[in-house]
């Protein structure tokens, strides 16, 4: 009967189309990461804002090239900064929801240390995707 055959049609292209917007929601290109600059000498912690790196792919799991990110970082505050004697961690995910709860966490443990944070605003410092010859 023809009003059945109407009804599954119409189910299915709910169904079609719903489930095409999530696929595309939940397919990210890109990697998200943020760094923390600290230093033993120093009571100021250092971090970026979250950052979206288009063109990485995680790897299983693990970031390529990660030390060279942390380089970025650490030229940034030696040089643009002159602070000297920071080691920096770079965090990352393709997930921005958990990188955010990571970062929360990482910037409580400093503020509990009783360590003043201060934000390197976007406009200061961006990572960029390390070259092949980096």
């Known amino acids: ?9 119409m189910a299915l292209m709910v169904l079609l189309v719903c489930s095409s ?5 939940k397919k990210t290109e890109g ?3 943020f760094g923390v600059a600290a230093s033993f000498n ?3 912690v250092y971090f970026t804002p979250i ?3 288009d063109s990485v792919k995680l790897e ?11 380089y970025q970082l650490k030229n940034q505050i030696e040089y643009s900064m002159n602070k000297s004697d920071f080691t920096c961690m770079i965090y990352f995910s393709d997930n921005k929801a958990k990188l955010e709860k990571e970062a929360a966490k990482v910037k409580g ?18 990572f960029r995707k390390p070259t092949d010859e980096e």
């Open 109 to 126: 443990k400093y503020v509990k240390s009783k360590l003043h944070l201060e934000e390197i605003p976007a406009e200061a410092f961006t």
């Open 31 to 33: 990697v998200y990461l």
């Open 42 to 44: 120093d009571t100021v």
């Open 21 to 25: 917007f999530t696929m595309k929601g």
């Open 60 to 70: 299983k799991g693990f970031l390529p090239k990660r030390p060279q990110y942390a």
């Open 51 to 53: 950052q979206h790196v």
């Open 1 to 9: 009967d023809m009003r059945s055959f109407r009804y599954t049609l």
